[in-house]
T-cell receptor, first 114, second 116 residues
Framework: AQSVTQLDSQVPVFEEAPVELRCNYSSSVSVYLFWYVQYPNQGLQLLLKYLSGSTLVKGINGFEAEFNKSQTSFHLRKPSVHISDTAEYFCAVSSNQAGTALIFGKGTTLSVSS | NAGVMQNPRHLVRRRGQEARLRCSPMKGHSHVYWYRQLPEEGLKFMVYLQKENIIDESGMPKERFSAEFPKEGPSILRIQQVVRGDSAAYFC??????????????FGNGTRLTVT
């Protein structure tokens, strides 16, 4: 079974500052990793995913994440945030075996202020 | 809109009533997942279905909850005899392939169930 831990429940930052949202996972098998964003009263939208290959993954809206197998981490980063990035961010993991569901972390609320 | 459609967006039920939540997957998607979101708890997996089959229901409560995805029509999540603890946002997601490996989930905007 897989599990995900998002280490920060809330991250407040000022506009144009860099941000890192932390995510650690545990699994006994190889995994795929994802970050999703949820704006208020909406569903989740995929930001980026790691399936294999390069450990640095670039996604939409200027976000990127780095897969670190030795530290079992998949932290999300953005060099300069905007007010519009205020949302809840979810890290998720699934095994690479067919037919398995995504397991989500509890989410991190990113609040960007001016 | 070719995305995942959930209805209703908001549903209010009194304790003891039944709640039926509907999900129409994206066109061409035959895999449906239901998740429940509670404040401060993130999304909890409930059930994974393909057309006419339940593949994984390990996250479903043993009583009062059921799900189906018939050959024709939307997927239905049914909650019988609702209690206040069932109040939550329920999200449906769909994919085209096997699980999330190469076909990431596309989410609907959710149904917010309030039990009074």
């Amino acid at each position: 079974a897989q599990s995900v831990t998002q280490l920060d429940s809330q991250v407040p930052v000022f506009e144009e500052a860099p941000v890192e949202l932390r995510c650690n996972y545990s699994s006994s098998v190889s995994v795929y990793l994802f970050w999703y964003v949820q704006y208020p009263n909406q569903g989740l939208q995929l930001l980026l995913k790691y399936l294999s290959g390069s450990t640095l993954v670039k996604g939409i809206n200027g976000f990127e994440a780095e897969f670190n197998k030795s530290q079992t981490s998949f932290h999300l980063r953005k060099p300069s945030v905007h007010i519009s990035d205020t949302a809840e961010y979810f890290c998720a993991v699934s095994s690479n075996q067919a037919g398995t569901a995504l397991i989500f972390g509890k989410g991190t609320t990113l609040s960007v202020s001016s | 809109n070719a995305g995942v459609m959930q209805n209703p967006r908001h549903l209010v039920r009194r304790r003891g009533q039944e709640a039926r939540l509907r999900c129409s997957p994206m066109k061409g998607h035959s895999h449906v997942y239901w998740y429940r979101q509670l404040p401060e708890e993130g999304l909890k997996f409930m059930v994974y279905l393909q057309k006419e089959n339940i593949i994984d229901e390990s996250g479903m409560p043993k009583e009062r909850f059921s799900a189906e995805f018939p050959k024709e029509g939307p997927s239905i999540l049914r909650i019988q005899q609702v209690v206040r603890g069932d109040s939550a946002a329920y999200f449906c997601a769909s994919s085209s392939g096997q699980g999330s490996s190469n076909s990431p989930l596309h989410f609907g905007n959710g149904t917010r169930l309030t039990v009074t």
